[in-house]
């Protein structure tokens, strides 16, 4: 079992860090209608992006973790949870202060 470091998904304690297919289309921005019906956008944004192909693959990559160490006293998935959360707020950060900036 290698090192935890060892692995080739992309991180943020990469420099070199990227997530592909983790944005969401400027189509999915326009369906937002507002803090009144859809409540407040970054959580919104949030939710989108926790659907895109990239942000699912860590998801799955943190579920995996979390079933394989189930019952294990002093291991975590700490490692995996980062990078699920580390795909989302890259997504997120933009499309996010775009509707805040256009104050849909």
Same mark, same amino acid.
């Given at each position: 079992?290698?090192?935890?470091?060892?692995?080739h998904?992309?991180?943020?304690? #990469?420099?070199?860090?990227?997530?592909?297919?983790?944005?969401?289309?400027? +189509?999915?921005?326009?369906?937002?209608? =507002?803090? !009144? *019906?859809?409540?407040?956008?970054?959580l919104?944004?949030?939710?989108?992006?926790? #659907?895109t192909a990239g942000?699912?693959?860590?998801?799955?990559?943190?579920? +995996?973790?979390?079933e394989?160490i189930? =019952?294990? !006293? *002093?291991?975590?998935?700490?490692?995996?949870?980062?990078?699920?959360?580390?795909?989302?707020?890259?997504?997120a950060?933009?499309?996010?202060?775009?509707?805040?900036?256009?104050?849909?």
């Amino acid at each position: 079992m290698g090192h935890m470091f060892s692995t080739h998904t992309p991180n943020l304690l #990469n420099p070199a860090h990227y997530y592909p297919h983790t944005h969401i289309d400027e +189509a999915v921005l326009n369906e937002y209608k =507002g803090f !009144e *019906e859809d409540g407040d956008p970054k959580l919104w944004v949030e939710e989108k992006c926790s #659907n895109t192909a990239g942000c699912l693959r860590m998801k799955e990559e943190y579920d +995996a973790c979390v079933e394989r160490i189930s =019952g294990k !006293e *002093e291991q975590h998935c700490g490692y995996q949870y980062m990078n699920y959360w580390g795909c989302i707020d890259l997504c997120a950060a933009d499309p996010t202060f775009k509707l805040l900036k256009h104050g849909v």
